[in-house]
């Protein structure tokens, strides 16, 4: 089996990210008039941000045993 990660894990995480923000911003917003605030888009980039930080990590281990 292929463990290798590429740049088209890296792409779906961050579409999928994108569509989760604009999601999560779309429903904060349309609840009433009020400004954007960092809870609306902070936690799921963050969450992408750790991700990708892991995606890189363990394929550096993984790479470093074979």
Do not use: E
Not at 11 to 40: E, H, K, N, Q
Request: with cysteine; aromatic share 10%; net charge positive.
């Amino acid at each position: 089996m292929n463990n290798k990660l590429g740049a088209k894990h890296f792409f779906m995480l961050a579409i999928v990210t994108v569509v989760w923000t604009l999601i999560v911003i779309g429903f904060s917003t349309s609840m009433g008039s009020r400004p954007l605030r960092i809870y609306d888009w902070g936690p799921p980039v963050g969450a992408c941000l750790l991700t990708m930080v892991c995606m890189v990590r363990d394929q550096r281990k993984r790479a470093a045993n074979q």
